[in-house]
């Protein structure tokens, strides 16, 4: 095990706050929580493309960050009108 | 350990160490306006951070260059992403009062 997958897990530990608060908070503050886990999952990819010297996985980390932003405006906009 | 490991590592964990700030941020933060300040940093420093430790290790290679681009997508996604929320919020609360004072 090397320093970037140490690195990784130690930021996953950040995903239980982002839990407690998508499981506890109100749903906007759901949302921030889901945002938030969203960026630390893709920091969290890209330390493990870096830990498994695989550059392919580099991708991953791209796509995530591509869709966390489509699937927050999705759910932005839900909280405007609908839920 | 050579002087670019580590100037890498000392990066990687500065950009961790931010990271886990602002979940901790969002997380005890009461208001959900105040929680969203703290997605900027999250979504700004620490992947640049992270992103500069790789580039630092591996240089402007395929590696680099598409961590280079996903702390790019993050650091321009992320204010829209909070201005939309925000929006969001707004016309849910704002909606809230009206309701209130008319009934």
């Not at chain 1, 930021?11 to 749903?27: D, F, K, M, Q, Y």
């Not at chain 2, 990271?19 to 420093?45: N, Q, S």
């Amino acid at each position: 095990m090397n320093a970037w997958l140490i690195a990784a897990i130690v930021l996953l530990t950040g995903l239980v706050p982002c839990g407690a608060l998508l499981l506890r908070g109100s749903i906007v503050s759901a949302l921030v929580g889901l945002q938030m886990a969203g960026i630390l999952q893709t920091v969290v990819l890209l330390l493990l493309a870096e830990g498994f010297h695989r550059p392919p996985f580099f991708d991953l980390a791209l796509v995530l960050a591509l869709l966390s932003l489509a699937g927050g405006l999705v759910f932005a906009r839900m909280l405007e009108r609908w839920v | 350990m050579t002087v670019s490991t580590a100037f890498a590592a000392m990066l990687v964990s500065f950009g961790v160490a931010v990271e886990l700030a602002c979940c901790l941020g969002v997380f005890l933060m009461e208001d959900a306006y105040d929680k969203l300040h703290y997605l900027g940093p999250a979504a700004i420093v620490g992947p640049v951070l992270i992103a500069a430790g790789i580039i630092t290790v591996e240089g402007l290679g395929q590696a680099g260059i598409k961590s280079l681009l996903t702390a790019a997508l993050l650091a321009v996604a992320s204010p829209v992403l909070s201005h939309a929320t925000a929006r969001a919020l707004y016309i849910r609360r704002r909606d809230h009062i009206e309701d209130r004072t008319m009934t």
